[in-house]
């Protein structure tokens, strides 16, 4: 393919960039052939020209289409290079926050710095069964894929976790560990994969340390093997460690610190266990405070240390172990902190007494003497004579850091090895998978030993890793049958013999290390000779002696030599560590003691350490030293020889961690960085390979399916092959750009992106073709409608103005006709109004002059008052401001008389005595004064309140009081004017006489003035009388709208009670649901409990042949069912285990747990004992008294009792008339809270007394119930004191009897049944008189009675023991209700809280009357028992006698009376619906109707629940003989014969539906049957008549009804199972509607290793598999109901299975694949309307689905959008909703991507939604199953039994 083909305009290319490393631009013209420069344009709109390299001409990588972008594997893109690899991992990471990506077979995990919520259990469940190229990746495809592959081509696999520090390495090994952790489980008791996780946090605190790019860097290298046994699951595990940095323990760089576990020792030296340790901050230690960095944020150290403590325990090393290990730590610390002096220029000393090395030594064990000596001197061994020399300060420094580092090391080699022996599994280990946790290539400025090491072994591992694509690629094409032509990759083998070969750089570094005076310097001078310009991957620096540069594949590194010798060495000198090895410390000891020993390559894989060389100065070199002083170098290059052994012997997995940024900021991706990663980590290498190659591959079908445009109908032909095969040829010439493999088409890069960009144009010609001929038909088709409406306009025009033309003239002769009359109307008109007008004009003028001089007169007067107000106003304001400036001259002069004073007073002040006078006593009278000011300032703000509360009070009452003061006012004026004439009166009393006539005239005056007065006063009665009337219709308005708020109130609490039913409906469900899985997990403990017996009687040793003595009251004929013995059996093989079988492998902390187990149930059971043989001392002594008594008080007691109920009766009936009363007076005199009848609170309250009322007839109703059960109890002990004096045979029937009725049902709830007893009938033949057997039956007869007496004893203390709990716990709750009450109480007003406490009176009497009518009622059932029985008594001794009357006949009478029987006669020969059997037929029952029957013969002839119908009856026979033994021992056998089916046959949905359905059906005769009246509601007289007469099996039933949850449960895995396979295919991948969803141009290339595919499951396979369900369930006859739960439950699964899937999967999430999903779901409601199951809540399940699927159509693009988005998908949590946004693909070039904005704001419309965070739909889930009663109409009389059933046995009765 030519490049002008391609380099076109507005193409696309990658220009280099130096900040951005590759900048995307288009091209502005065609490229053509010899053209120097590219003229582009870049993103941001600059346009730029290009020069190309004139020596090579090539040309910018090209950008692959927006399509391809964002790809799940880097192989998929058409275009294989850097740029297109960075941006898709950039846009991944940046606008999908996706951080992994496949890279071919390596995944690439970018670290986000964040936490996600990704990797949760339900990830997991997820990921586990699913191949790695089906769901996006992930850390869990990866182990999943490893787990996989283990099991299936039982090989070891490996994965290799490789980066630089930060990349999150040991987070992803984390990962994959709890992934294997999770899905597969321990072998044993031990929890194995728990210690595998605890493992972690150790490791952690002792191998990791913050550094300046990660807080929690690994600074080893780690490779754990996880053990599996056949079954493939975890049995143990074994680590394996490389190259630990111990230089760290001494010194670290700035913002870095040491390893976790000196600062986690530190933040916790406060711990009193942590005393002794003398440890204070880490910040007083030298060797943790070098780095100025103590604390990292977010971490805890104190808590990590108690995670590592933790993990301690779990791993077994105990308290005392790990306080060693402590004090090794702290010892070190305080190492470092030791003083070295200088004594002169050749020695150093440590000072006396130094308080760090005291300490050390006591820590240690050693003696502070020697250890002082031997760190600053070192001991010289020659031929002859020994000596010891100084150490000058700088080398002893250097001794006691080497020391440290010693110390650090053998300590965590300790550590490994004890994790190791936690981890080792107990059994042999099948298979396994590494972890291999190593750090990535690295390049500092200074480089020296530990970075050599680290990039010589990814070196090996880049090679390992080159070989291994290598054979992928290769395997691929001959799997293809494609001509295999050679790569060229690189081989980094010369860069390996560089370092390990003969005279390599290691051999040339040991050399060195042996040589005496071998030195740094030395050794590079022989690095030069020997390599340089001798080997192109070996270089010298130009200004450096002491340096070389090392070509590796990833960079050339230049590394310093200073120091390479002394850390190869790794020397400790030998008295120092003598020292030790006489320490009294026992770890210490421990630690040292194979310190002699030598080192071989294979103890170095096992050992998992590097050993250390620990040799004295020039000593002799002896065989065994000589093995002991391997250097470091030699070591690691053994243990990394040893490792690729391993990697070579395994399945390979490559995960590589990218660092995107050195900040360690979350979700910012640094380009430059992530380049050198992609460079050192061998991902660019594996797309070069791949790019080499053919790189995309399409499966044929794939291809027909995307490139089907590109075909003629001629192409098209039935063989897909051949039509791909002649399009290719037609649309690519060049034959070598791609190759035909068997089942898939190889291209070469670029050509998917090539027939892409054919594709998109066929389509937009195609389009554009469409839209041409559309638009000209929209606008030939708008001429033609515009055309008729323009002729029919014009029509209709034209006659319009023909009728305008004749109107216009008819209207012109009338209207001069009209204007004729008018204008002399008009004429007329004119002069009236004029005339009117001018009247009008002149009476409103003369009113006005009048009025304007009336005005006149009015202003004046006014203004004359308005001057008289103001000149007195300004007099009194003169006189005002005169007043306050004489007062402000006062205050002047005074202030300057007292400045005066001041001044004076200060000059006395001055002197010292006058200061001393004025100070005696002024601190205390301060003090005094600032008190009494602080108390005036309270008075002053209390009298402010006061005064406050005077004000409104007075502003309330200002115009009352106004009033009164101008009354009192007058009055007193009068009196004053009164008192003043007194005197006058006297004199004038002559002159009075005078007066009398005017009087009189006054008196007439007053008398017209009350005339007056009294019409007013009639005028103001009648204004109030209106006024009165306003307030009525005011009040009546009120009152409509008391009523209004009334009828809301009413409202709002209905509506208030439907939520709370709802509320109490969700709790009852949850309830229900946790019931139910509480019981799974009692069954899954039984199952678990079984398997673990099974196993252990597989482990055992068989015993040796010889009798074993059995307990006699065990029978020899048990049967197979029963569990109660099987439980025995358990127990005794447990407790005897230790000693039959003292070697068995078992599992020690199983056998311990149930040694202890058994050695509980042995004290319990000799308590009982104990407590039996004290009970039955009691019962001796108190015998005698209580029969003599029984009889004298029960009479009594009876007359106390009734008399007492009649007085509770009264007194409940003058409680109910005080409340009548209390209502009446509240309604008859409303208080103040109560305004009127009507209002609120009178309601409330009334309401409230109702609710008592209520309240107290729904107790008497419990009363009566609660008295039934307290009355049957009563009566079974009674009936037991009663038959005491019975024969014992007849006792141990009637004990049976009272161990059923207290609690024996609840011992076949738990699954344990009591032991078949059937005597052997042989034992008559033992001898001839027979003597042995009737000992042996005395015998059995005695431990029987023992036994029973001891079980009715252990129950009466269970329920004794049940009574004092229950009265415990009543006690508790009715001291909270009064609390809460009380609570509540203080809370309300007065007047409710009145209320309040008489409602609790009430509610207290009403409890203490229904007590004392429980004790009567208790008293009356007893009565009535006694009488029933002694009828009955009366009754057999009557049957008794006529019996014996019978048998006294003699011989003769009974030949002349043939006809008279000797029994009793049946009166009618009806059947009456029961089966009889014998005792001894019960195991045959059960094994020909349970076990061994065919549930699809009996589906398909018989009538459903035929055995629930056989079983009712045989026990209805049981229960009309009144055996309850036959009872119990049917129902138990049942209920374990259904177990064991479903154990046996438990994957199958046919048993499993078969038998829900029966033992629903069992279920619900036992309920139809049991006499109640709840259930006989729907029977007829005949069923009625086959009630159970002897026995309540209330209790059983829910024995039975947990017995169904469980079926159902069973069923519901069973339905999983099935539907799992066939959901993703059938709902997701299959494309439903042909030809919507188009296959995207992935290319995505299988794994090699994952599974085939066993057929491709459609949709229509799904609604075949859930019809045959239905139809299945149908056939068994199972409740209509029950079957809708069970559809329900099916759908949930499909919705929530599809849902997880879409959200993991980024190719689902498009539009087309949303419309398929809506149509699949439209097929599922269309199934559920032809089975009518619409209302079994099945389609709402599916709503999660539905919104997701609309959410993948509706726009994504605006606010309204976004909106429009919030309001729909209701059913999905935000974090759903992101997810799918995050992870929708346009499929075709017209869709558009959801940019990030729009997702931003769909997270901030839904950040106040409450959810869960959980991004997975729980797809596990089970909703609660409830079993409606459904009776049956069947008659069981009518039912017979089929031959094919094998029940000949069985008679009907």
Same mark, same amino acid.
Not at 78 to 106: M, Q, W
């Given at each position: 393919?030519?490049?002008?083909?391609?380099?076109? *305009?507005?193409?696309?290319?990658?220009?280099?960039?130096?900040?951005?490393?590759?900048?995307?631009?288009?091209?502005?013209?065609?490229?053509?052939?010899?053209?120097?420069?590219?003229?582009?344009?870049?993103?941001?709109?600059?346009?730029?020209?290009?020069?190309?390299?004139?020596?090579?001409?090539?040309?910018?990588?090209?950008?692959?289409?927006?399509?391809?972008?964002?790809?799940?594997?880097?192989?998929?893109?058409?275009?294989? %290079?850097?740029?297109?690899?960075?941006?898709?991992?950039?846009?991944?990471?940046?606008?999908?926050?996706?951080?992994?990506?496949?890279?071919?077979?390596?995944?690439?995990?970018?670290?986000?710095?964040?936490?996600?919520?990704?990797?949760?259990?339900?990830?997991?469940?997820?990921?586990?069964?699913?191949?790695?190229?089906?769901?996006?990746?992930?850390?869990?495809?990866?182990?999943?894929?490893?787990?996989?592959?283990?099991?299936r081509d039982e090989r070891n696999q490996s994965i290799i976790v490789s980066g630089e520090s930060g990349a999150g390495k040991t987070v992803s090994a984390k990962y994959a560990m709890r992934y294997f952790a999770t899905v597969s489980g321990s072998e044993s008791e031990a929890n194995v994969e728990e210690k595998v996780l605890a493992s972690n946090p150790i490791m952690e605190s002792i191998g990791n340390a913050k550094t300046t790019r990660n807080d929690n860097s690994s600074r080893f290298g780690k490779y754990i093997e996880i053990g599996f046994d056949k079954r493939y699951r975890i049995i143990g595990a074994n680590m394996r460690t490389y190259l630990l940095e111990k230089s760290r323990v001494v010194f670290q760089a700035d913002e870095e610190r040491n390893y976790h576990i000196f600062y986690q020792l530190c933040a916790s030296s406060n711990l009193p266990e942590l005393k002794v340790l003398k440890l204070v901050s880490a910040n007083n230690f030298h060797y943790t405070k070098q780095g100025r960095s103590p604390v990292i944020d977010g971490v805890d150290d104190a808590k990590e240390l108690i995670n590592t403590r933790n993990a301690f325990t779990l791993l077994g090393i105990n308290d005392s172990y790990q306080m060693g290990i402590f004090r090794v730590l702290a010892a070190i610390l305080h190492l470092g902190n030791v003083e070295i002096k200088d004594r002169d220029s050749d020695s150093s000393i440590i000072p006396p007494n130094n308080a760090h090395l005291t300490v050390f030594c006591d820590l240690m064990g050693v003696t502070y003497q020697d250890m002082s000596h031997w760190l600053c001197h070192k001991k010289l061994i020659t031929a002859t004579e020994t000596y010891i020399k100084p150490f000058p300060k700088l080398q002893a420094i250097n001794a006691r850091d080497a020391l440290a580092k010693h110390i650090y090391a053998k300590l965590f080699s300790w550590i490994v090895d004890h994790v190791n022996k936690a981890l080792h599994a107990t059994m042999k280990q099948h298979s396994f998978i590494g972890v291999l946790d190593i750090y990535g290539f690295e390049t500092f400025e200074i480089n020296s030993f530990e970075q050599f090491c680290i990039n010589y072994a990814n070196e090996k591992l880049q090679q390992q890793f080159n070989m291994h694509v290598f054979k992928l690629e290769q395997e691929e094409y001959m799997k293809e049958e494609i001509p295999w032509t050679l790569i060229d990759f690189y081989d980094n083998q010369p860069c390996i013999n560089l370092i390990e070969a003969k005279l390599g750089i290691l051999d040339l570094l040991d050399e060195e290390c042996r040589m005496p005076k071998g030195s740094d310097d030395t050794w590079a001078q022989k690095l030069y000779n020997t390599h340089l310009n001798k080997c192109d991957l070996f270089q010298k620096p130009r200004l450096s002696n002491r340096a070389f540069i090392i070509q590796h594949f990833a960079d050339k590194v230049e590394y310093q030599c200073e120091g390479f010798l002394e850390k190869n060495k790794d020397t400790v000198y030998e008295e120092q560590i003598h020292v030790l090895k006489l320490s009294k410390f026992e770890l210490l000891v421990e630690l040292f003691q194979d310190e002699e020993q030598s080192v071989s390559p294979t103890e170095a894989q096992t050992g998992a350490r590097t050993r250390l060389s620990v040799k004295p100065l020039k000593a002799r070199a002896?065989?065994?030293?000589?093995?002991?002083?391997?250097?470091?170098?030699?070591?690691?290059?053994?243990?990394?020889?040893?490792?690729?052994?391993?990697?070579?012997?395994?399945?390979?997995?490559?995960?590589?961690?990218?660092?995107?940024?050195?900040?360690?900021?979350?979700?910012?991706?640094?380009?430059?960085?992530?380049?050198?990663?992609?460079?050192?980590?061998?991902?660019?290498?594996?797309?070069?390979?791949?790019? &080499?190659?053919?790189?995309?591959?399409?499966?044929?079908?794939?291809?027909?399916?995307?490139?089907?445009?590109?075909?003629?109908?001629?192409?098209?032909?039935?063989?897909?092959?051949?039509?791909?095969?002649?399009?290719?040829?037609?649309?690519?010439?060049?034959?070598?750009?791609?190759?035909?493999?068997?089942?898939?088409?190889?291209?070469? &890069?670029?050509?998917?992106?090539?027939?892409?960009?054919?594709?998109?144009?066929?389509?937009?010609?195609?389009?554009?073709?469409?839209?041409?001929?559309?638009?000209?038909?929209?606008?030939?088709?708008?001429?033609?409608?515009?055309?008729?409406?323009?002729?029919?306009?014009?029509?209709?025009?034209?006659?319009?103005?023909?009728?305008?033309?004749?109107?216009?003239?008819?209207?012109?002769?009338?209207?001069?006709?009209?204007?004729?009359?008018?204008?002399?109307?008009?004429?007329?008109?004119?002069?009236?109004?004029?005339?009117?007008?001018?009247?009008?004009?002149?009476?409103?003028?003369?009113?006005?002059?009048?009025?304007?001089?009336?005005?006149?007169?009015?202003?004046?007067?006014?203004?004359?008052?308005?001057?008289?107000?103001?000149?007195?106003?300004?007099?009194?304001?003169?006189?005002?401001?005169?007043? =306050?400036?004489?007062?402000?001259?006062?205050?002047?002069?005074?202030?300057?008389?007292?400045?005066?004073?001041?001044?004076?007073?200060?000059?006395?002040?001055?002197?010292?005595?006058?200061?001393? *006078?004025?100070?005696?006593?002024?601190?205390?009278?301060?003090?005094?004064?600032?008190?009494?000011?602080?108390?005036?300032?309270?008075?002053?703000?209390?009298?402010?309140?006061?005064?406050?509360?005077?004000?409104?009070?007075?502003?309330?009452?200002?115009?009352?009081?106004?009033?009164?003061?101008?009354?009192?006012?007058?009055?007193?004026?009068?009196?004053?004017?009164?008192?003043?004439?007194?005197?006058?009166?006297?004199?004038?009393?002559?002159?009075?006489?005078?007066?009398?006539?005017?009087?009189?005239?006054?008196?007439?005056?007053?008398?017209?003035?009350?005339?007056?007065? *009294?019409?007013?006063?009639?005028?103001?009665?009648?204004?109030?009388?209106?006024?009165?009337?306003?307030?009525?219709?005011?009040?009546?308005?009120?009152?409509?709208?008391?009523?209004?708020?009334?009828?809301?109130?009413? =409202?709002?609490?209905?509506?208030?009670?439907?939520?709370?039913?709802?509320?109490?409906?969700?709790?009852?469900?949850?309830?229900?649901?946790?019931?139910?899985?509480?019981?799974?997990?009692?069954?899954?403990?039984?199952?678990?409990?079984?398997?673990?017996?099974?196993?252990?009687?597989?482990?055992?040793?068989?015993?040796?042949?010889?009798?074993?003595?059995?307990?006699?009251?065990?029978?020899?004929?048990?049967?197979?069912?029963?569990?109660?013995?099987?439980?025995?059996?358990?127990?005794?093989?447990?407790?005897?285990?230790?000693?039959?079988?003292?070697?068995?492998?078992?599992?020690?902390?199983?056998?311990?747990?149930?040694?202890?187990?058994?050695?509980?149930?042995?004290?319990?059971?000799?308590?009982?004992?104990?407590?039996?043989?004290?009970?039955?001392?009691?019962?001796?002594?108190?015998?005698?008294?209580?029969?003599?008594?029984?009889?004298?008080?029960?009479?009594?007691?009876?007359?106390?009792?009734?008399?007492?109920?009649?007085?509770?009766?009264?007194?409940?009936?003058?409680?109910?008339?005080?409340?009548?009363?209390?209502?009446?007076?509240?309604?008859?005199?409303?208080?103040?809270?109560?305004?009127?009848? $009507?209002?609120?609170?009178?309601?409330?309250?009334?309401?409230?007394?109702?609710?008592?009322?209520?309240?107290?007839?729904?107790?008497?109703?419990?009363?009566?119930?609660?008295?039934?059960?307290?009355?049957?109890?009563?009566?079974?002990?009674?009936?037991?004191?009663?038959?005491?004096?019975?024969?014992?045979?007849?006792?141990?029937?009637?004990?049976?009897?009272?161990?059923?009725?207290?609690?024996?049902?609840?011992? &076949?709830?738990?699954?344990?049944?009591?032991?078949?007893?059937?005597?052997?009938?042989?034992?008559?033949?033992?001898?001839?008189?027979?003597?042995?057997?009737?000992?042996?039956?005395?015998?059995?007869?005695?431990?029987?009675?023992?036994?029973?007496?001891?079980?009715?004893?252990?129950? $009466?203390?269970?329920?004794?023991?049940?009574?004092?709990? $229950?009265?415990?716990?009543?006690?508790?709750?009715?001291?909270?209700?009064?609390?809460?009450?009380?609570?509540?109480?203080?809370?309300?007003?007065?007047?409710?809280?009145?209320?309040?406490?008489?409602? %609790?009176?009430?509610?207290?009497?009403?409890?203490?009357?229904?007590?004392?009518?429980?004790?009567?009622?208790?008293?009356?059932?007893?009565?009535?028992?006694?009488?029933?029985?002694?009828?009955?008594?009366?009754?057999?001794?009557?049957?008794?006698?006529?019996?014996?009357?019978?048998?006294?006949?003699?011989?003769?009478?009974?030949?002349?009376?043939?006809?008279?029987?000797?029994?009793?006669?049946? *009166?009618?020969?009806?059947?009456?619906?029961?089966?009889?059997?014998?005792?001894?037929? =019960?195991?045959?029952?059960?094994?020909?109707?349970?076990?061994?029957?065919?549930?699809?013969?009996?589906?398909?002839?018989?009538?459903?629940?035929?055995?629930?119908?056989?079983?009712?009856?045989?026990?209805?026979?049981?229960?009309?003989?009144?055996?309850?033994?036959?009872?119990?021992?049917?129902?138990?056998?049942?209920?374990?014969?259904?177990?064991?089916?479903?154990?046996?046959?438990?994957?199958?949905?046919?048993?499993?539906?078969?038998?829900?359905?029966?033992?629903?059906?069992?279920?619900?005769?036992?309920?139809?049957?049991?006499?109640?009246?709840?259930?006989?509601?729907?029977?007829?007289?005949?069923?009625?008549?086959?009630?159970?007469?002897?026995?309540?099996?209330?209790?059983?039933?829910?024995?039975?009804?947990?017995?169904?949850?469980?079926?159902?449960?069973?069923?519901?895995?069973?339905?999983?199972?099935?539907?799992?396979?066939?959901?993703?295919?059938?709902?997701?991948?299959?494309?439903?509607?042909?030809?919507?969803?188009?296959?995207?141009?992935?290319?995505?290339?299988?794994?090699?290793?994952?599974?085939?595919?066993?057929?491709?499951?459609?949709?229509?396979?799904?609604?075949?598999?859930?019809?045959?369900?239905?139809?299945?369930?149908?056939?068994?006859?199972?409740?209509?109901?029950?079957?809708?739960?069970?559809?329900?439950?099916?759908?949930?699964?499909?919705?929530?299975?599809?849902?997880?899937?879409?959200?993991?999967?980024?190719?689902?999430?498009?539009?087309?694949?949303?419309?398929?999903?809506?149509?699949?779901?439209?097929?599922?409601?269309?199934?559920?309307?032809?089975?009518?199951?619409?209302?079994?809540?099945?389609?709402?399940?599916?709503?999660?689905?539905?919104?997701?699927?609309?959410?993948?159509?509706?726009?994504?693009?605006?606010?309204?959008?976004?909106?429009?988005?919030?309001?729909?998908?209701?059913?999905?949590?935000?974090?759903?909703?992101?997810?799918?946004?995050?992870?929708?693909?346009?499929?075709?070039?017209?869709?558009?991507?959801?940019?990030?904005?729009?997702?931003?704001?769909?997270?901030?419309?839904?950040?106040?939604?409450?959810?869960?965070?959980?991004?997975?739909?729980?797809?596990?889930?089970?909703?609660?199953?409830?079993?409606?009663?459904?009776?049956?109409?069947?008659?069981?009389?009518?039912?017979?039994?089929?031959?094919?059933?094998?029940?000949?046995?069985?008679?009907?009765?």
């Open positions: 393919m030519a490049a002008s083909e391609l380099y076109t *305009k507005e193409a696309r290319v990658w220009i280099p960039d130096a900040e951005d490393v590759w900048k995307s631009a288009k091209l502005l013209k065609d490229y053509k052939q010899g053209d120097k420069l590219l003229r582009l344009e870049l993103e941001d709109g600059t346009v730029v020209e290009h020069q190309l390299d004139p020596r090579t001409m090539n040309l910018p990588h090209l950008r692959n289409p927006d399509i391809l972008v964002g790809e799940n594997d880097l192989t998929a893109l058409s275009y294989l %290079h850097e740029p297109a690899v960075l941006h898709n991992l950039k846009v991944r990471f940046i606008d999908s926050k996706l951080i992994y990506t496949y890279c071919g077979i390596v995944l690439v995990a970018i670290n986000p710095y964040e936490t996600l919520p990704i990797y949760g259990t339900d990830i997991i469940n997820a990921y586990s069964g699913q191949n790695m190229g089906d769901m996006d990746p992930h850390i869990f495809a990866v182990a999943e894929e490893a787990y996989k592959q283990m099991a002896t065989q065994s030293s000589r093995e002991h002083k391997k250097t470091v170098g030699h070591q690691f290059r053994n243990s990394l020889q040893l490792l690729m052994e391993t990697l070579n012997a395994t399945t390979p997995h490559y995960v590589r961690c990218i660092k995107p940024n050195d900040y360690k900021y979350p979700f910012t991706f640094d380009p430059r960085r992530a380049v050198q990663q992609l460079r050192a980590c061998g991902v660019l290498e594996t797309i070069r390979i791949s790019a &080499a190659g053919f790189p995309s591959r399409w499966t044929y079908q794939e291809f027909f399916s995307r490139y089907r445009v590109l075909m003629k109908q001629k192409d098209v032909l039935s063989d897909r092959k051949l039509t791909c095969r002649n399009v290719l040829e037609k649309l690519i010439k060049d034959k070598d750009k791609y190759q035909f493999g068997k089942t898939k088409i190889f291209f070469r &890069a670029g050509q998917v992106a090539y027939l892409e960009k054919l594709r998109a144009d066929k389509l937009r010609a195609a389009c554009i073709r469409i839209q041409k001929t559309i638009r000209c038909w929209l606008l030939r088709k708008k001429y033609l409608r515009m055309r008729s409406a323009a002729i029919t306009i014009q029509r209709h025009v034209r006659g319009y103005q023909a009728r305008c033309l004749a109107k216009f003239l008819r209207r012109t002769r009338a209207a001069i006709t009209i204007q004729k009359f008018q204008r002399m109307y008009v004429a007329r008109q004119r002069y009236r109004r004029m005339q009117d007008a001018s009247l009008i004009i002149q009476c409103m003028l003369r009113g006005y002059v009048a009025r304007q001089k009336y005005q006149q007169m009015v202003r004046e007067h006014k203004a004359v008052i308005i001057q008289k107000m103001v000149r007195g106003w300004l007099a009194r304001q003169w006189y005002k401001r005169s007043l =306050e400036a004489i007062v402000y001259l006062q205050c002047c002069v005074r202030r300057m008389r007292a400045k005066r004073e001041l001044k004076k007073l200060k000059i006395e002040a001055r002197s010292v005595e006058h200061y001393k *006078k004025l100070n005696i006593g002024m601190e205390n009278k301060i003090m005094q004064l600032q008190r009494k000011v602080d108390e005036q300032h309270k008075d002053n703000k209390n009298l402010h309140d006061r005064l406050t509360n005077l004000e409104n009070t007075y502003s309330s009452e200002s115009e009352k009081l106004r009033n009164e003061v101008d009354r009192l006012r007058g009055t007193e004026e009068e009196a004053r004017v009164n008192s003043n004439r007194i005197t006058s009166l006297l004199e004038e009393l002559a002159k009075l006489k005078k007066e009398l006539e005017e009087t009189q005239r006054e008196k007439k005056t007053i008398e017209e003035y009350a005339d007056k007065y *009294k019409v007013e006063t009639e005028q103001l009665v009648s204004e109030l009388k209106e006024q009165n009337t306003l307030l009525k219709t005011e009040k009546e308005d009120l009152n409509r709208l008391i009523l209004e708020q009334a009828q809301e109130m009413k =409202e709002k609490m209905e509506k208030a009670l439907v939520e709370e039913t709802k509320q109490i409906e969700c709790e009852l469900n949850e309830e229900r649901s946790r019931y139910q899985n509480l019981l799974t997990e009692h069954l899954h403990l039984e199952a678990r409990y079984e398997d673990l017996k099974e196993e252990m009687t597989l482990t055992m040793v068989i015993p040796k042949p010889g009798h074993r003595r059995t307990d006699s009251t065990h029978s020899s004929n048990e049967s197979e069912y029963t569990y109660n013995s099987e439980f025995a059996e358990r127990e005794e093989e447990a407790s005897r285990g230790p000693e039959d079988v003292p070697k068995a492998p078992l599992d020690m902390s199983l056998f311990l747990k149930l040694q202890k187990r058994v050695t509980e149930l042995e004290q319990d059971k000799q308590s009982l004992q104990n407590e039996l043989d004290r009970k039955e001392e009691q019962i001796h002594r108190i015998k005698a008294t209580e029969e003599e008594q029984r009889n004298r008080a029960r009479g009594a007691e009876l007359e106390y009792e009734s008399l007492k109920r009649q007085e509770l009766e009264s007194e409940n009936k003058k409680l109910k008339n005080d409340l009548n009363e209390l209502r009446k007076v509240l309604s008859e005199k409303p208080t103040a809270a109560i305004s009127a009848p $009507g209002s609120p609170a009178y309601k409330v309250l009334l309401d409230q007394l109702n609710a008592s009322n209520e309240e107290l007839e729904v107790r008497k109703e419990e009363v009566l119930i609660l008295r039934s059960q307290l009355v049957s109890q009563k009566e079974a002990m009674q009936h037991k004191e009663d038959k005491e004096t019975m024969t014992e045979a007849m006792f141990y029937a009637e004990d049976l009897q009272k161990m059923k009725d207290s609690g024996e049902i609840t011992q &076949a709830y738990l699954g344990l049944k009591e032991v078949n007893r059937s005597p052997p009938k042989d034992y008559h033949e033992l001898n001839e008189d027979g003597e042995l057997w009737m000992v042996y039956e005395g015998l059995k007869e005695t431990n029987r009675l023992l036994e029973s007496q001891l079980q009715s004893q252990r129950k $009466g203390y269970e329920n004794e023991a049940e009574v004092l709990r $229950g009265e415990l716990q009543s006690l508790k709750e009715e001291n909270n209700r009064q609390q809460q009450l009380l609570a509540q109480n203080l809370q309300l007003p007065p007047e409710a809280r009145i209320e309040a406490s008489l409602q %609790h009176e009430i509610t207290r009497l009403t409890n203490e009357n229904l007590d004392l009518m429980e004790q009567l009622e208790k008293q009356d059932k007893t009565v009535r028992k006694l009488k029933k029985q002694l009828k009955l008594f009366a009754k057999k001794i009557g049957e008794m006698g006529v019996f014996n009357q019978v048998e006294n006949v003699s011989p003769g009478q009974i030949v002349d009376e043939p006809i008279r029987p000797v029994n009793i006669p049946r *009166k009618e020969k009806d059947f009456q619906g029961m089966f009889e059997y014998k005792k001894d037929d =019960e195991v045959k029952l059960v094994k020909n109707l349970i076990l061994e029957l065919k549930p699809r013969g009996v589906a398909v002839n018989l009538i459903p629940g035929l055995p629930a119908y056989i079983l009712f009856m045989c026990l209805r026979h049981a229960d009309y003989l009144n055996d309850d033994q036959k009872v119990r021992s049917l129902l138990t056998s049942t209920i374990n014969g259904i177990k064991k089916i479903l154990k046996k046959r438990g994957d199958d949905f046919e048993t499993v539906s078969f038998w829900l359905s029966n033992t629903c059906r069992f279920l619900h005769c036992l309920k139809q049957y049991s006499g109640e009246e709840g259930f006989m509601k729907h029977n007829t007289t005949r069923q009625n008549e086959h009630c159970l007469t002897n026995f309540d099996l209330a209790e059983y039933r829910q024995v039975l009804s947990d017995l169904a949850i469980q079926i159902y449960q069973q069923l519901v895995k069973v339905m999983d199972s099935i539907l799992q396979p066939m959901i993703v295919s059938g709902m997701l991948e299959h494309e439903t509607i042909q030809g919507v969803s188009g296959v995207k141009p992935t290319g995505l290339r299988k794994r090699t290793s994952s599974i085939a595919d066993e057929g491709t499951y459609t949709l229509d396979s799904i609604l075949r598999q859930l019809s045959a369900f239905h139809s299945t369930m149908c056939q068994h006859g199972m409740d209509p109901e029950l079957i809708k739960q069970v559809v329900k439950q099916m759908f949930y699964i499909i919705g929530a299975v599809t849902l997880n899937n879409l959200l993991l999967r980024k190719d689902m999430c498009s539009w087309s694949k949303g419309m398929n999903i809506r149509y699949n779901v439209s097929q599922l409601e269309e199934w559920l309307r032809d089975k009518n199951l619409m209302t079994s809540g099945a389609k709402e399940t599916l709503e999660p689905l539905i919104q997701a699927a609309q959410l993948l159509q509706v726009k994504k693009k605006t606010d309204e959008d976004a909106e429009a988005i919030c309001s729909m998908c209701n059913a999905l949590s935000t974090a759903q909703i992101v997810k799918v946004l995050n992870l929708y693909t346009p499929v075709n070039e017209f869709e558009e991507r959801v940019s990030v904005t729009f997702i931003r704001t769909i997270q901030i419309r839904l950040r106040d939604r409450k959810e869960s965070p959980q991004l997975l739909m729980d797809s596990k889930q089970i909703f609660p199953v409830t079993f409606p009663f459904n009776p049956s109409s069947l008659s069981l009389e009518t039912i017979q039994i089929p031959t094919s059933l094998n029940l000949g046995f069985l008679t009907r009765v």
